[in-house]
């Protein structure tokens, strides 16, 4: 917070920066913010966490360069400085009006006749996501929103009225969602809605307002397909996947629905849950104890810090925090993935479990899944 402040008040003492863009940055959460800010001056692309150190390396420059030239020296300046000297990272600046630079980049990222973000921006920033969810361990739900009879609206009002639902509908979720979250339009009568750290349930009762918010308003329904990164879906190409099969069975079950990917192959969804897990591999003595991740009717993802070759055999058993009964059984190591030094993420399909046991399971995850219909 102290960095934020001085940050702050260094960029409000620069008068050659609008105001306007200052004021927006106040409006910000921290990931965003020092990002943003570096953003005035360099467009270097960087993530919250390489930000901040630029910044804390840019503060004591500023108090360095006072220090020398027993003056105040202009923020720019040091900080072209920086990125040309210190950093390297920059080899022959362009130097390009901010303004002149935001309405250019403006022009590439954003969808010309929505303002929201456009296809090619969606595809960068997917990437950048779904590393930041995998890294911190975080829920990324994505949502695919089409508009009910589009076609039709189209044919008998005419394309200028189409236009003017289209703006409509990106304007009202574009005022309702958060800052944290990313609208795009992705085809002609479809946006994609991405939301950060937020799960399948919480994203539901986002969107069912959403809805209601367009009927209401517009007199038009739009239909949504749902799917959540390390709930139903491991890339980006299965959350898209997923999520068209979703909205897929959404239109067909008479538009104007919410559909989610794990209610309709709720076999293949896998709930985020951290719960004790013992294991005990084939010809060895003792049971190991660790934690579990997730889970699903069929396996378990959990961690270790020590790799298990796949196809290999154990027993396991774990109970679910604020339950008694331990669930038990054989399972068969079908993945692994390094995630740190010394720590690796492995799953296991379940081989020998009792129908009982699988029932009990099956009883978690219902609780879990909520109702997408109206």
């Not at 001056?41 to 420059?61: H, P, Q, R």
């Not at 290999?312 to 679910?320: V, Y």
């Not at 339950?323 to 740190?340: C, D, L, M, P, S």
């Amino acid at each position: 917070m102290k960095l934020r402040k001085k940050i702050m008040g260094l960029l409000q003492k620069n008068k050659a920066i609008n105001k306007f863009f200052t004021e927006s940055l106040k409006e910000m959460d921290d990931e965003k913010f020092y990002i943003e800010a570096l953003n005035l001056f360099v467009g270097i692309g960087k993530n919250a966490e390489t930000a901040i150190e630029d910044w804390s390396n840019i503060i004591d420059l500023v108090a360095n360069f006072k220090k020398k030239f027993d003056s105040e020296i202009n923020l720019s300046i040091i900080i072209l400085y920086y990125f040309i000297e210190v950093k390297k990272e920059i080899v022959h600046p362009f130097i390009l009006d901010y303004l002149t630079y935001s309405n250019l980049k403006n022009s590439v990222i954003h969808d010309h006749l929505t303002k929201v973000y456009n296809r090619n921006f969606f595809e960068k920033i997917i990437k950048l996501e779904v590393d930041r969810a995998h890294r911190y361990k975080k829920y990324l739900t994505m949502v695919l929103i089409d508009i009910d009879n589009f076609k039709m609206i189209n044919e008998k009002k005419g394309h200028l009225a189409g236009d003017k639902v289209l703006k409509e509908v990106a304007q009202i979720i574009q005022d309702y969602i958060r800052t944290a979250d990313f609208l795009f339009r992705y085809r002609s009568d479809e946006f994609i809605l991405l939301v950060p750290e937020t799960d399948i349930n919480g994203t539901l009762i986002l969107i069912k307002r959403l809805q209601n918010m367009i009927k209401k308003r517009l007199k038009v329904t739009v239909s949504c397909g749902m799917s959540s990164y390390k709930m139903d879906s491991f890339s980006i190409r299965e959350m898209l996947e997923h999520a068209d099969i979703a909205l897929y069975q959404a239109k067909k079950d008479g538009k104007g629905k919410i559909k989610t990917y794990l209610k309709e192959r709720r076999r293949y969804f896998r709930l985020p849950y951290t719960f004790e897990f013992l294991y005990r591999l084939k010809g060895t003595k003792d049971f190991i104890f660790t934690e579990g991740i997730n889970f699903s009717e069929t396996g378990i993802l959990f961690l270790s810090d020590t790799p298990i070759g796949v196809d290999m055999s154990m027993e396991f058993s774990f109970r679910f925090p604020n339950e008694e009964k331990r669930i038990n059984g054989i399972g068969k190591v079908t993945r692994i993935e390094k995630i740190a030094e010394n720590m690796f993420e492995m799953g296991i399909d379940f081989i020998k479990i009792t129908d009982a046991e699988v029932k009990s399971i099956k009883k978690v995850i219902e609780k879990y899944i909520l109702n997408g219909e109206d």
